[in-house]
């Protein structure tokens, strides 16, 4: 099966980056006109001993000379200074570098330059600022990190900004299609590769050659428009993760909250029910802003996340700013407390990983197995992302065998746990049904055989522009 290239609009992609690229430089020069920015220190100099620099130094050393030639010289063999400097221009070896030394220590000192303007890309420099504002050193410049001090001083949080306009910069700007669009067809042509992660998944990317289509943030894909006449059909599984999860762990709160598949009444968010219990409101008042805390907590702890990196996550992924440490550790105790198998899980991998191989093997559901990792983190999640990948290879094969009946459509992209197709407009429903039921009928395939049996459901839109399903 070869994906056939995604539609896109590179101009108004171009016109975008071009936007992001001021945003970020006007974001620079009001972090550098702030009040609040500290000062660079000044670079301290040091003279040259030949030249116009040498010429200043004699000068400022009261030497009223016209040149620095021996010659000009001449008529001041009774200054030290000079008589160094004549010295050392005549000396070689470790005896010029002697003399150097002290015609500096005989010479006033050389005033010092005005620094350049921060530079917010230097990890040194952030540091530099950092300290400046904090009175002592951080760990690190990571993200992670200035997040922990997002709240004492407004660098932090202008510098998670930048951070933020930087990456949309350098990844996602003019660059981000290589040598992988053509003018002609108006696509782009990522390099898919069937087995791309240690988990199994479907990958895109060639470095140098080809873009990752599969990080997209989700502000870009409406840069993706279907030609005119025809439209994408984007078919999602909805939190098939944690779905894989509650069977794979029998994880009673989650499988009622799911249901089973033949169950007409939809399931419940997991998300915002997640949210009510961790912060004691009522399922309907919960906000989207309560709902992406809770979805940061389950997926993060899906991944084996511990305290200290679920705050970073949680922004990266969501946008969340304000997650402690001390927030962090609270989330993870009433999360395992609502969820105890999950905990048991975790537990049992980093005892396995704890004995005397340090590694353990896992298996997807479904059977393929990987062996011997050393990574508790990896070894926590390779079971349950590696069976999504399992299910979502299964659903494009069969979707791929069945748009064979329609005239001209074809899958242009799987995306984690998604598939984007392109076909007529006319077909667009009929589409939407074939690969939703081959999508239903692989994960049916992989977790509905056996009990405990999981309720899975898709999400699908449809449209010229390519949006989150």
């Not at 896109?8 to 920015?37: Q, S, T, Y």
């Not at 989207?288 to 996340?305: D, H, T």
Request: hydrophobic share 40%; charged share 30%.
């Amino acid at each position: 099966m070869k994906l056939i290239g995604m539609p896109v609009d590179k101009a108004a992609w171009d016109a975008h980056a071009d936007g992001v690229e001021a945003e970020l430089r006007d974001l620079e020069k009001r972090m550098l006109d702030a009040l609040w920015m500290p000062e660079r220190d000044p670079v301290e100099q040091t003279w040259a001993l030949q030249g116009a620099d040498c010429l200043t130094m004699l000068r400022a050393s009261g030497v009223a000379v016209s040149g620095t030639d021996a010659k000009a010289l001449k008529d001041h063999n009774d200054n030290e200074l000079v008589v160094t400097l004549l010295a050392y221009r005549k000396a070689k070896g470790e005896d010029r570098e002697r003399l150097k030394v002290r015609v500096l220590e005989l010479a006033p000192e050389k005033p010092p330059a005005p620094a350049a303007p921060w530079n917010f890309g230097s990890n040194q420099q952030v540091a530099e600022i950092a300290y400046k504002i904090l009175g002592f050193e951080i760990p690190s410049t990571e993200t992670g990190t200035l997040l922990r001090y997002s709240d004492r001083h407004p660098f932090f949080e202008h510098m998670l900004k930048h951070r933020k306009l930087k990456k949309l910069v350098s990844t996602y700007g003019k660059t981000w299609f290589q040598k992988a669009y053509e003018e002609g067809t108006g696509r782009v042509y990522p390099a898919w590769r069937q087995i791309g992660t240690s988990t199994g998944r479907v990958a895109s990317g060639e470095r140098g050659v080809a873009p990752n289509a599969q990080n997209l943030p989700v502000s870009h894909r409406k840069y993706f428009v279907a030609p005119e006449g025809r439209t994408f059909v984007d078919v999602d599984y909805s939190q098939i993760e944690v779905r894989v999860l509650a069977k794979m762990l029998k994880e009673k709160r989650l499988l009622e909250l799911y249901g089973r598949p033949g169950d007409e009444k939809p399931s419940v968010d997991v998300y915002r029910a997640t949210a009510a219990h961790l912060l004691d409101v009522e399922l309907e008042a919960v906000t989207k802003e309560q709902r992406n805390l809770a979805k940061a907590i389950v997926l993060g702890m899906n991944y084996g996340l511990s305290a200290r990196g679920l705050p970073f996550y949680a922004f990266t992924k969501l946008g969340i700013e304000d997650m402690s440490v001390d927030d962090a550790k609270a989330h993870v105790t009433a999360f395992y407390e609502l969820y105890p198998k999950i905990r048991e899980y975790h537990d049992d991998v980093l005892k396995e990983l704890n004995e005397e191989t340090g590694s353990v093997d896992q298996r997807t559901i479904s059977g393929r197995l990987r062996s011997e990792i050393t990574n508790r983190n990896e070894a926590i999640n390779a079971p349950i992302q590696g069976t999504s990948a399992d299910i979502i290879k299964r659903a494009m094969t069969l979707a791929y065998g069945r748009l064979g009946v329609f005239d001209d459509a074809f899958i242009i992209a799987s995306i984690h746990d998604e598939l984007l197709v392109e076909c007529n407009e006319v077909d667009a429903e009929a589409v939407a049904g074939v690969v939703a039921g081959a999508m239903l009928e692989a994960a049916n395939e992989i977790l509905g055989t056996e009990e405990p049996k999981v309720k899975i459901e898709v999400d699908v839109t449809i449209g010229r522009h390519w949006t989150k399903g």
